[in-house]
């Protein structure tokens, strides 16, 4: 378990990283989210012993983290996946990493083959491109096998089958158990991924709960094989109808069920009902305005 107690970092007069508090449970995957500046990497630096807090403190299984024995097995970081010598080659990188944190340096190829750069595992790293960087970091994470892993912006640089790859991969660790906190600022990128979003904006944390509470059902869209039919009988049931782009009936405020069951009623025919949610844009602005 992760408890995070009133991190606050300051830089000369302003304070980047306001009062943060939060707690991290295993088996779960939670996604830090917040617009650019907002004080993502600050906080997971301050975590990880990177950058130290003005105040509040962090405690990984009870302990700070550089109070851990060997932190590399208890907590796998992806802080800054440029940081590597680009004249290595990705399988030394992860060799002399492995003697590091005190695994075998057979343990470099597994996780090679772990994050799919078992091709490029003899390359230089200077030639690899910004997704491949990303996961040669992630391999660097995963080396002691830990029981926790901090990631910030783990999404950079993936193509959509790279995005999904980390999905399944972040998504398996917690499944098997494990703590995964990662950072973004796009919901898209996360939003499949992460069980729980704790939202910061300007330093200080706005929101923090299940995806689906956040990002409430804000009303249904709906399409219609007789669109103008249906909005009548909506209408005659008492909801108010917009018409959305794409030819979208959006019914604000109602489930689609509600919408579902007047269509039924009237036996019209559907070809899409789908709840319309408030997007992270808003939600940010709402939150931090
Ligand atoms: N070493 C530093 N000295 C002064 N200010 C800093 C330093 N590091 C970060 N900051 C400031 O702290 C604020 C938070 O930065 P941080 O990198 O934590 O944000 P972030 O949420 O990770 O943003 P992004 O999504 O752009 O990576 C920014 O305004 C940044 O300019």
């Known amino acids: 378990m992760i408890e995070v107690s009133g991190l606050t970092k300051q830089y000369g007069s302003r304070t980047v990283v306001d009062d943060v508090s939060f707690v991290l449970e295993p088996g779960t ?28 403190s962090t405690r990984i299984d009870g302990r700070p983290y550089d109070a851990l024995a060997n932190p590399a097995a208890v907590v796998g970081t992806l802080l800054d996946a440029s940081a590597v010598h680009p004249g290595r080659t990705g399988r030394t990188h992860l060799r002399l990493m492995a003697a590091t944190v005190g695994v075998p340096a057979t343990r470099a190829d597994e996780v090679l083959e772990l994050v799919g750069l078992t091709d490029a595992a003899g390359r230089r790293i200077g030639g690899y491109s910004l997704g491949m960087r990303q996961r040669l970091g992630i391999a ?79 009303g249904t869209a709906v399409h ?19 018409h959305g782009a794409d030819g979208a009936l959006v019914v604000p405020g109602a ?7 007047v269509a ?23 939150l931090t305005a």
Not at 47 to 53: D, Q
Not at 230 to 242: D, I, K, M, S
Not at 265 to 271: C, F, P, S
Request: hydrophobic letters at 45%; a negative charge; charged letters at 20%.
């Open 29 to 56: 995957v939670t996604g830090f989210l917040g617009p650019n500046g907002a004080g993502k990497s600050t906080t997971l630096r301050m975590m990880t012993g990177l950058v130290p807090a003005t105040a509040g």
């Open 140 to 218: 660097g994470a995963l080396l002691a096998d830990p029981p926790v892993l901090v990631f910030d912006e783990p999404a950079n640089g993936l193509d959509p089958e790279g995005i999904r790859w980390m999905r399944d991969l972040l998504r398996g660790h917690a499944a098997r158990g494990g703590t995964v906190l990662l950072s973004s600022h796009l919901l898209g990128e996360v939003e499949s991924t992460v069980d729980r979003l704790l939202v910061i904006g300007a330093g200080r944390i706005v929101a923090d709960g299940p995806v689906s509470d956040l990002l409430g059902s804000e």
């Open 224 to 242: 219609a094989a007789d669109p103008a039919a249906l909005t009548r009988a909506l209408e005659t049931a008492g909801f108010h109808v917009q």
């Open 255 to 261: 489930e689609p069920g509600e919408v579902g069951a």
């Open 264 to 286: 039924a009623a009237g036996a019209h025919v559907l070809t899409d009902l789908r709840p319309v949610r408030r997007g992270i844009e808003d939600l940010f602005f709402q």
